[in-house]
């Protein structure tokens, strides 16, 4: 089992900055993929950005350029800076955990991001 604990949300106006972490404990293995996904009132959950054990990194194209995703290997936790935030960056974003060589996802609670115009 895998826990993650996410911190950092918000309330900001648009142009404003928050940055997120995800603390990872419990059965981490050294192979693993860290997100962030992003669930807006109404719509499905999208991946915002993830980053592998080894650096790679994913963006979805409405975030390059303002988000930066970031991780602390030996503290198990991984950054979502975000800058410059619009108000269609609001949402409840889920920090996800996937060990390279599983199937298994593990989830966050969530925490909200609010960008008001």
């Known amino acids: 089992q895998v826990q993650l604990v996410e911190s950092g949300g918000g309330s900001v106006q648009a142009g404003g900055s928050l940055r997120l972490s995800c603390v990872a404990s419990?059965?981490?293995?050294?192979?693993?993929?860290m997100g962030w996904y992003r669930q807006a009132p109404g719509k499905q959950r999208v991946l915002v950005a993830d980053i592998a054990t080894g650096g790679s990194t994913n963006y979805l194209d409405s975030v390059k350029g303002r988000f930066t995703i970031s991780r602390d290997n030996a503290k198990n936790t991984v950054y979502l800076q975000m800058n410059s935030l619009k108000p269609e960056d609001t949402g409840v974003y889920y920090c996800r955990y996937r060990a390279s060589t599983s199937l298994n996802i593990y989830w966050g609670q969530g925490t909200q991001v609010t960008v008001s115009a």
């Open positions: 419990g059965s981490i293995l050294s192979s693993n993929i």
